[in-house]
């Protein structure tokens, strides 16, 4: 089981990039899927969750600006990042896990390889 993200890029602060993330190996429409990011130098960090059902939940420092969304029918999660900024930079990871609506790394089962988001100034 893999997950594949893909959409990173370098964009200008304001900017707006979309991450995808698709599963291979199995359907995960009945999984919570996650964003996390991890900034040179830091830990890494939940961004956003969505669950089977499209209930989504988000980090304080991207509400507002970010918007997580699921299709069941692609198998396929996205990542609207809008307003992005220098602080954003980072490589981004989605992960899943079949139970737990959580933001917490160690609830999720399955990780992706990351891509990199860099905002400039």
């Known amino acids: 089981v893999q997950l594949q993200a893909s959409g990173g890029g370098l964009v200008q602060a304001g900017g707006s990039l979309r991450l995808s993330c698709a599963p291979s190996?199995?359907?995960?429409?009945?999984?919570?899927m996650g964003w996390f990011r991890q900034a040179p130098g830091k830990e890494r960090e939940f961004v956003a969750g969505i669950r089977w059902n499209g209930y989504t939940y988000y980090a304080d420092f991207v509400k507002g600006r970010f918007a997580f969304s699921r299709d069941n029918a692609k198998n396929t999660v996205y990542l609207q990042m809008n307003s992005l900024k220098p602080e954003d930079t980072a490589v981004y990871y989605c992960a899943a896990n079949r139970q737990v609506v959580s933001t917490r790394e160690q609830d999720y089962d399955y990780w992706g390889q990351g891509t990199q988001v860099t905002v400039s100034s």
């Open positions: 190996g199995r359907t995960f429409s009945s999984y919570v």
